[in-house]
């Protein structure tokens, strides 16, 4: 019998190239880890839930709609988590009320939202120009499920995830052509949650009038069907309503959350608010001039200005209303220099915004427990702030390239004109 070769054994030529490309290696990391991810968050969080439950509040009132008991009869007096949805939403929630196991319910529900944002993240991956092949996608996953406000929808187990599906879709469809299905997505989702009303901007800027009277009328008419099926429906009116128009100061980073939680004089708050619907309109307004030159930045960026804006500007926002700025955010995967997301101030808002980190501490707990109030304000400040000056600067460049070229081709210029005339 031969002996192996010692040598040849113990020492080899360096391993050659296996003619992988890079994004198939990256690929081999991003997907254990978001397979991973979404399973610890989804099966050990969510499950496990918290304190804070939104779902089975939501639950109990489709079941009283279900079993034909006054939907809004909860004691509004008290701070716990209260149902809110007006009827039409009722009428749209009520399948949840079909069993009366909430454990299974429950567990439906989170994996339900967890499949949304994840269909979410693919259609954002394909608008920004990558195969879901790409390692762009599990990375996306990765990342999106471990900050606040994925990980906060699923272990609340509320339904926002569905709704950054919504919106996606909406704008999918929108720029698609599809004016009457987007009018019916957008109307679903302000049936749900009104915040996404100022949506309907959007059309209106390019004179769709099928999407933005779809989007107004149909919550108005699920609401008119709903009424007479709702269980105590004028409730809603009587308790919701006035209940809806009170600041609360506790959970809410809204600007009158924030004022009413540091006893912010009436001055100062009226200051905030307006710096703020300032530059929430120069964004808005700015934007507005790429709305057919390049739809996508303009769609995605002005919708998340206009969440954050009524975030703000509200008498209600929580931070887990932050994934609704992803689209916005993830238009940072654009060219270089084609997005606000290309500029350093607004990743300060971005990272706040989505951080998981909790700041209260034993070595400094009063300044901790102020920071993770406060944060989210400020971080929902820093992106609408940031995108009006990222506008400002375009504009003020283009002017700046139109009259330098003015002043080099005086001739021609004159000459183009006397021709158009």
């Not at 998340?304 to 932050?322: E, F």
Request: charged content about 10%.
């Amino acid at each position: 019998m031969q002996l192996p070769n010692v040598e040849s054994t113990w020492t080899q030529p360096a391993p050659r190239p296996s003619g992988l490309s890079l994004a198939r290696i990256a690929s081999f990391a991003a997907w254990p880890a978001a397979v991973l991810i979404v399973i610890h968050r989804v099966f050990v969080r969510a499950w496990t839930g918290s304190l804070t439950d939104d779902f089975t509040t939501v639950w109990s009132a489709t079941r009283r709609f279900v079993e034909r008991v006054d939907v809004y009869n909860e004691n509004y007096e008290h701070v716990d988590p209260h149902y809110l949805y007006n009827p039409g939403a009722t009428l749209l929630l009520s399948p949840l009320g079909l069993t009366e196991h909430i454990e299974v319910a429950r567990p439906l529900f989170i994996l339900l939202n967890a499949a949304a944002i994840i269909a979410a993240l693919a259609l954002l991956t394909r608008r920004s120009g990558y195969a879901l092949s790409h390692p762009v996608f599990p990375a996306l996953i990765a990342v999106a499920f471990l900050t606040e406000s994925v990980t906060n929808t699923l272990v609340f187990s509320n339904i926002n995830g569905i709704l950054l599906l919504a919106l996606v879709a909406f704008l999918q469809l929108f720029l698609g052509a599809r004016p009457w299905a987007a009018g019916i997505v957008l109307g679903l989702a302000i049936v749900i949650k009104p915040m996404f009303a100022p949506l309907i901007v959007l059309p209106l800027m390019r004179l769709e009038w099928r999407t933005a009277l779809t989007a107004a009328l149909l919550p108005v008419a699920l609401n008119v069907v709903a009424w007479p099926l709702t269980p105590g429906a004028s409730d809603y009116t009587d308790k919701v309503v006035p209940y809806l128009g009170v600041t609360r100061d506790y959970a809410n980073a809204s600007l009158a959350g924030f004022s009413a939680y540091f006893g912010v004089p009436g001055w100062l708050h009226a200051l905030m608010f307006a710096v703020v619907a300032l530059a929430l309109a120069v964004a808005v307004g700015g934007l507005a001039r790429f709305r057919y030159s390049d739809e996508w930045l303009w769609a995605a960026v002005t919708s998340g200005v206009l969440i954050a804006g009524v975030c703000l500007l509200s008498s209600l926002g929580q931070a887990y209303y932050s994934m609704m700025l992803l689209p916005a955010v993830l238009t940072v995967l654009r060219p270089v220099g084609t997005s606000p997301m290309h500029t350093a101030p607004i990743w300060v808002g971005v990272v706040v915004c989505f951080s998981p980190l909790e700041w209260a501490s034993p070595h400094f707990p009063h300044t901790g427990a102020v920071l993770d109030i406060v944060l989210v304000t400020f971080a929902w400040s820093v992106f609408v702030l940031a995108v009006a000056a990222w506008v400002v600067s375009v504009i003020v460049s283009d002017n700046k390239e139109a009259a330098d070229g003015a002043r080099k081709f005086p001739r021609l210029q004159r000459s183009e004109m006397a021709r158009e005339a």
